[in-house]
């Protein structure tokens, strides 16, 4: 993820100043040492589940920042079953699939019950559909655009209380705001949930097509639907 990517500046925006930031599947490392490095953040602990990523991380912290490393933690962890729950307040799990980051966070157990900003690369209703039904609150979205396409940044807090919700609500979320970057996002999940519509269709399956359809009418209804 380059610096100027709108995820990366998206992201940074809910990470909370002098937050004891967890970055989950760090890959280059560049969110929490910029973080680190601008004084937004306390202390940055990266993990990742495969060495070269990690150990990339470190040359590149040791390099850039030796100044900062007393405040820079790094383990080789799947998830959260290595980490340590006394080093971090906020979690960052980005550039993941919906349905990982579900799984991530379930088998994280208490240790995932924090306030995260999450960045799903696809099956965001997955994603909303866990968070709700484990005792968790969407607090925020966002809707970064880069190119052609359009994602969503979600700030999430575990309140250990489950929130009520319909198939809708798992594709456009409950907020919907008003503004040309939920638009955007919408009119680029439309044609996904058309292509999702037309294969359950020919495979017969009638209750996940009705589910899809209903979204479709939903999308229609707020005027984004061609």
Known sequence: MQTNKPRLKAVESLVPKGARLLDIGADHGLLPLRLLARGDIYSAYLTDVN????????????????????????????????????????????????????????????????????????????????LWTHGFTIKEELYPREGHRSYVVMLVKYTGRGTRFTATDTYLGKKRPKTEEYWFYVKGLAKTVKKRLDGETLAGNKRNANTLKRVLTAIESLGYLE
Request: net charge negative; glycine share 10%.
């Open 51 to 130: 060495k070269g990523p990690l150990a990339a991380c470190q040359h590149r912290a040791l390099v850039d920042f030796p100044h900062l490393m007393d405040y820079i933690g790094f383990a080789i962890s799947d998830g959260f079953k290595e980490v340590d729950p006394r080093f971090y307040d906020f979690v960052t799990i980005c550039g993941m699939g919906g349905e990982l980051i579900a799984r991530i966070i379930e088998e994280g157990g208490e240790k995932a019950h924090r306030s995260m900003a999450l960045q799903p690369m696809s099956h965001a209703e997955k994603l909303r559909a866990f």
